[in-house]
């Protein structure tokens, strides 16, 4: 999280393209690190229980997503637009131009509210990291056993190739995700004939019913199993991206489908995480690994869709991307189900939960 704070401080100072990749590289490895390490920490304190305590980290992703942004802008606005002749112009253009040839790779930046709402934000990551690294250092007079030696270490018969899929499966979920809340906009206003307001207003709902349903999420997840969470969702996202593809010229059906539609992709990523340690123990490589398939398909597809989506025009293959994903995704659940229930090893099947069987 220290790192996250510095990146977030050096980027408006960037003023070389090299410099600033080397930043932006350092400040995704440490949100990479911090998202890996959030969830095992939970899978840590509170095991195969801990589905609302998993729920409501997302939530708070999901809650920061949305928030940010509109807070700095409020907070901080934009710079407002002037008026230039045409030999202002000229005179601008030439101060950017000896400016771009000096020598500096650091300088203030010329718009000081964007300064102002990375160091906003930035600041805020660093008070949370002292409150954690105070945690961090406390000491506690009664050490607690491992969780692996306390409950039994599970693993499943099949563990690697749950891993394998699960990577799968967060691959397609995320970049479906990620695609659909990149491009909607244009879509609307492109394939729809939408207004530029109507459009904006269809990408907050997307992400606005992918908040609170994840904030609902933890209620939800006190009473039902992850694996039932994971089945509504994806019976949730088969429905919603059908009629997408099936009526992808109606503005009414974009509205509800959109709704539905970041409603069921809310729960997933947390629901599957509590629910693949109900049967085999994630360490951290293990959650690494999952993690870092997500982040493959929040790199990959949505450029892959972008490529394709402007040599094919007319067609919606934003929605075909997102169908297709939520039909992956619905096959490949029940077999992994199907590979985590194979009987266990004698000395691990006494330490898998009834819970975990239902």
């Known amino acids: 999280m220290v790192a996250t704070a510095a990146g977030l401080y050096l980027i408006p100072f960037c003023k070389t393209a090299v410099l600033l990749i080397i930043t932006m590289s350092v400040f995704g490895a440490s949100v990479g690190v911090v998202d890996t390490g ?3 920490l939970i899978l840590d304190l ?3 229980k801990g589905a609302p305590q998993m729920q409501a980290l997302h939530f708070s992703f999901a809650l920061g997503a949305f928030l940010a942004p509109l807070l700095a802008k409020l907070a901080w606005g934009t710079a407002p637009a002037q008026n230039h002749t045409e030999s202002d112009l000229d005179t601008l253009m030439l101060n950017r131009s000896s400016n771009g040839t000096s020598d500096s790779v650091f300088a203030v930046p010329d718009d000081m509210n964007l300064l102002w709402a990375y160091a906003s934000i930035g600041t805020f990551i660093l008070v949370v ?3 954690l690294f105070g945690l961090f250092c406390k000491k506690h007079s009664r050490q607690k056993k491992p969780r692996a030696s306390a409950e039994g270490a599970r693993r499943a018969k099949y563990h690697r190739a749950l891993l394998c899929l699960l990577f799968l499966f967060f691959f397609f979920y995320v970049g479906a995700e990620i695609t659909y809340g990149s491009y909607i906009f244009s879509f609307a206003t492109t394939h729809v004939g939408m207004e530029e307001s109507e459009a904006a207003g269809l990408n907050s ?3 606005g019913t992918f908040a609170a349903c994840r904030g609902l999420a933890i209620f939800f997840a006190t009473f039902l199993q992850p694996g039932t ?3 509504l969702s994806n019976i949730g996202s088969l429905v919603s991206c059908f009629f997408l593809v099936l009526f ?4 009414l059906c974009l509205w509800i489908a959109t709704s539905v539609y970041g409603a069921s992709m809310a729960a997933t990523f947390p629901s599957g995480i509590s629910w693949i340690e109900q049967y085999t123990t994630l360490t951290g490589k293990s959650a690494a690994f999952f993690v870092i398939g997500s982040a493959l398909g929040d790199m990959a597809i949505p450029a892959v ?3 394709l989506q402007g040599h094919y025009p007319d067609l919606p293959v934003v929605l075909y991307t997102c169908l297709g994903s939520a039909i992956f995704t ?4 029940p077999v992994m189900y199907k590979l985590a229930t194979l009987p266990l090893k004698r000395e691990d099947q006494k330490a898998l939960p009834t819970s975990s069987r239902l």
């Open 38 to 40: 959030a969830n095992v």
């Open 46 to 48: 509170w095991g195969d």
């Open 129 to 131: 990291s002292v409150f």
């Open 205 to 207: 709902i997307f992400w």
């Open 229 to 231: 969470m994971i089945v």
């Open 248 to 251: 992808d010229k109606s503005p």
């Open 305 to 307: 869709i972008g490529i």
């Open 330 to 333: 619905a096959i490949l659940f």
